[in-house]
Structure formats: structure tokens, C-alpha cells
């Protein structure tokens, strides 16, 4: 049991390059979600899933794009990386129902020069 | 929107003494939950409150959630040095599957 798996772990990119970071849970939970980390800045949400086939703005949307793929998969997708997008991004799944955590993916340290 | 603020940022605690967080929020919350992040790790889910004035223990750890559902405290007694780490509180309010995150309490202990 992976739990929630994000690749990939480190990445740099030039400004203006694109990339798709990955996520996959195998733990059947309807929400997932993307957070950037920054530091004293906490965990920001960009993107979340509440289910299959939707997808909702967070507090910090600009210059993110998102899939729900299918029920396991969420994929989060910088079209043309700027400096300000270095930060580090969580990818994490929550069952919802009253009592059960949200799980969290390792991290993807992201640089852009 | 929903904003849940964390007090303090930051706190630096000689090993054996005590630490609180805090985390308020200027409209009622459903339930909070609090996270623990290792320096270089990923959050890990400690607990979740639901009740008015619930109280819980884990140990050295104690988790309150007001009587107005408006703020929820983490006391942690005599610190460790195992204790180093960031703490979040978290809720869903107003939207069920939204979970949104407070600002963080850096802990540093030393001996």
C-alpha cells in the first residue's frame, strides 16, 4: 500500500518551460488536492478534487493547470514556469468522511531559474 | 474567504519546557484538524476534533477545540527534541471537500 505517490522529487526548469507534475493514490479517496509551501508561508491550495471529472480553484490558482484523470490520478501542469513558482508542492488525498486524515505525497522541490 | 491564522510563527523552547499553538478563525469551524512536518518531510495527520470544548490526548500532546468552535489549541508538554517540526491546523468549513491549512507554527527545540 504506496499511499500517495508524487513524481517527480526534484525538478528545475528555465522560465517560460512547461512540466506536469504527477500524483496517484491507491487508497479509493474521492479528493485529492495540490499545495505549494513556501517558506512562513504555510501550505497554500492551488487545486482540488472533490471527485472524479471536477476540479476547483484554490486560493492560489494563477499559472496551474489540473486533470482528474481517473479516480487515482491528479495531475498538476505549469504551462510556462515563472520564478515566483519555485516552491515546494504537495500532492495529498482525503476520504472526507468525519474521522479520516488527508494523506500527503513526498514533494516535488521545484526551481525556476 | 475562510482564513484560519496560526499563532505564534515561530517558537524556540529549551528541551523540557512547555509549548502551546494556536489556531483562530473569525467564523465557526466544523471540525479542525491538526498536522505535524518534519524539517524536509510532508505533513503527517496527528488528529482531528469535531465537538464544542473537546479535549484530546496523545501522550505528551494535548488538542482542544474551543467552546465557539472558533479556535483549537496544541499544548505540548515537556518538550523533545523530537518534537522539532511544523504544526498545522486544518478545516473544511464551508466546503466539505476543500481542505484548507493555517499559517504553521515552527517548533525549535534544543537542549
Known amino acids: 500500500n504506496a499511499g500517495v505517490t508524487q513524481t517527480p522529487k526534484f525538478q528545475v526548469l528555465k522560465t517560460g518551460q512547461s512540466m506536469t507534475l504527477q500524483c496517484a493514490q491507491d487508497?479509493?479517496?474521492?479528493?485529492m488536492y495540490w499545495y505549494r509551501q513556501d517558506p512562513g508561508m504555510g501550505l497554500r491550495l492551488i487545486y482540488y478534487?472533490?471527485?472524479?471529472?471536477?476540479?476547483d480553484k484554490g486560493e492560489v490558482p494563477n499559472g496551474y493547470n489540473v486533470s482528474r484523470l481517473n479516480k487515482r490520478e491528479f495531475s498538476l501542469r505549469l504551462e510556462s514556469a515563472a520564478p515566483s513558482q519555485t516552491s515546494v508542492y504537495f500532492c495529498?488525498?482525503?476520504?472526507?468522511?468525519?474521522?479520516?486524515?488527508?494523506?500527503f505525497g513526498q514533494g516535488t522541490r521545484l526551481t525556476v531559474v | 474567504g475562510q482564513q484560519v491564522m496560526q499563532i505564534p510563527q515561530y517558537q524556540h523552547v529549551q528541551e523540557g519546557e512547555d509549548f502551546t499553538t494556536y489556531c483562530n478563525s473569525s467564523?465557526?469551524?466544523?471540525?479542525i484538524q491538526w498536522y505535524k512536518q518534519r524539517p524536509g518531510g510532508h505533513p503527517v495527520f496527528l488528529i482531528q476534533?469535531?465537538?464544542?470544548?473537546e479535549v484530546k490526548k496523545q501522550k505528551r500532546l494535548t488538542f482542544q477545540f474551543g467552546e465557539a468552535k472558533k479556535n483549537s489549541s496544541l499544548h505540548i508538554t515537556a518538550t523533545q527534541t523530537t518534537d522539532v517540526g511544523t504544526y498545522f491546523c486544518?478545516?473544511?468549513?464551508?466546503?466539505?471537500?476543500?481542505?484548507?491549512f493555517g499559517t504553521g507554527t515552527r517548533l525549535q527545540v534544543t537542549l
Open positions: 495529498a488525498s482525503w476520504g472526507v468522511m468525519r474521522g479520516t486524515e488527508a494523506f
Open positions: 467564523t465557526t469551524l466544523s471540525n
Open positions: 476534533l469535531v465537538k464544542s470544548g
Open positions: 487508497m479509493n479517496h474521492n479528493s
Open positions: 478534487s472533490a471527485s472524479e471529472g471536477t476540479t
Open positions: 486544518a478545516d473544511n468549513t464551508g466546503t466539505a471537500s476543500k481542505l484548507t
